[in-house]
């Protein structure tokens, strides 16, 4: 003889089940304001180049992106996301009569330019990302050139040493 | 006659729950936004000025002071990378003794940065001694004075360095962090922060 089906099975009410998500939602907004607020802190963005590896240095400063130029061992080039153009040739960074980089100053002259022309105040300030292959003789000449162009402070950016 | 009473009375109050689902999609797809954005976290700035916006001390100044006194005016310290090791110089001499010493590479061929790190602290507390004073110059990007001690020598915050044209710029760097402070047992000193790089003689 089959048994009887439970009376409780039978009366059961099927509930809607829902997900408690306020203690997520909660949790959330916690990360993402501390998020916004780390980036806050950080002043422009600026990101590393996928084409340079960065030196390691014991630096705590944060980097500022103002006009952004990219040294490595294939050339200098304008600091762009993807294809970024070539200011300056490994045969006139190698070239020993070479002091001044023509492509490098051109660049530099013209965004002072723009920055005059827009009426923002020009603060001779470029940032550069220099690959630590990069040869000591190439960054004399780039850094003679930024000379040349009226940019006195040269930011290199540099990814924080472990200690 | 009374009225009958109002059907919407009797309507039962709806649940009103929010819908959050769209706010998380939101949020979720913002947080892995963010964190890829905060990787610039672990970068950080060198900056270097040029000679020209430097104090210019060490450029083209005699060593001694004015009058031809005992109490020399200027360091003049440089920091040769070769390929042998460094080379540390000051008051421009280049005899070997206590003005002029060599630091080799390492026996696995690396440069002793650690080394350098230390007799330049010796140079520093030798030759440069405690501050004498204070002071400070406006930071056109910050809009603030910069305050700074002053020597006995005009140039006792700066360091020239030259290397060889084929030395990579990482070795440039660490050179650069041995000359800029000393720590000892977590408590630093600052050594020679204004490093002006300069072609190899």
Redesign the interface.
Request: hydrophobic content about 45%; glycine content about 4%; overall charge negative.
């Given at each position: 003889m089959a048994f009887a089906p439970s009376k409780g099975k039978k009366h059961r009410r099927k509930e809607k089940e829902?997900l408690m998500?306020?203690s997520?939602?909660d949790m959330?907004?916690i990360?993402?304001l501390f998020?916004?607020k780390?980036?806050g802190s950080?002043g422009a963005?600026?990101?590393?180049s996928p084409f340079v590896t960065?030196?390691?240095?014991?630096?705590?400063?944060?980097?500022?992106k103002t006009i952004a130029i990219l040294v490595t061992p294939q050339g200098i080039f304008e600091d762009m996301e993807r294809n970024p153009n070539v200011l300056s040739q490994p045969d006139e960074l190698s070239d020993p009569e070479n002091v001044v980089l023509s492509g490098l100053e051109t660049f530099l002259v013209d965004q002072k330019q723009l920055t005059e022309r827009l009426g923002k105040p020009f603060?001779g300030?470029v940032?550069v990302q220099?690959?630590?292959?990069?040869?000591?003789?190439w960054?004399?000449k780039v850094?003679n050139t930024?000379?040349q162009a009226e940019y006195?402070?040269?930011?290199?950016?540099?990814?924080?040493?472990k200690t | 006659m009374a009225f009958k009473p109002s059907d919407k009375k009797k309507v039962e109050a709806q649940s009103t729950d929010l819908n959050l689902l769209p706010v998380m999609n939101l949020i979720i797809c913002l947080i892995p936004l963010l964190l890829s954005v905060a990787k610039l976290s672990s970068m950080a700035m060198l900056e270097y000025l040029p000679p020209a916006e430097a104090t210019e001390s060490a450029a083209g100044e005699s060593p001694l002071a004015e009058g031809g006194g005992e109490t020399p005016a200027t360091l003049q310290l440089l920091v040769n990378v070769t390929e042998t090791g460094f080379q540390v110089s000051m008051y421009g001499k280049i005899e070997p003794g206590q003005y002029f010493f060599e630091i080799p590479l390492l026996p696995d061929g690396q440069y002793d940065f650690a080394a350098l790190n230390k007799r330049l602290e010796e140079v520093k507390r030798r030759e440069v001694g405690v501050a004498t004073g204070i002071d400070s110059v406006m930071n056109d990007k910050t809009g603030k004075m910069d305050v700074f001690p002053t020597f006995r020598v005009k140039d006792g915050r700066e360091v020239s360095i030259t290397a060889l044209g084929k030395t990579p710029f990482q070795i440039i760097v660490n050179t650069m962090d041995a000359c800029r402070k000393y720590d000892a047992g977590g408590e630093e000193t600052e050594l020679f922060p204004i490093a002006l790089l300069k072609q190899f003689q």
């Open positions: 829902e998500l306020n997520m939602m959330m907004t990360i993402l998020l916004l780390t980036m950080s963005l600026l990101r590393p960065l030196p390691t240095a014991a630096r705590e400063r944060e980097p500022e603060k300030q940032t220099c690959d630590k292959e990069v040869t000591y003789d960054l004399l850094i930024c000379g006195g402070t040269i930011d290199f950016v540099v990814l924080k040493a | -």
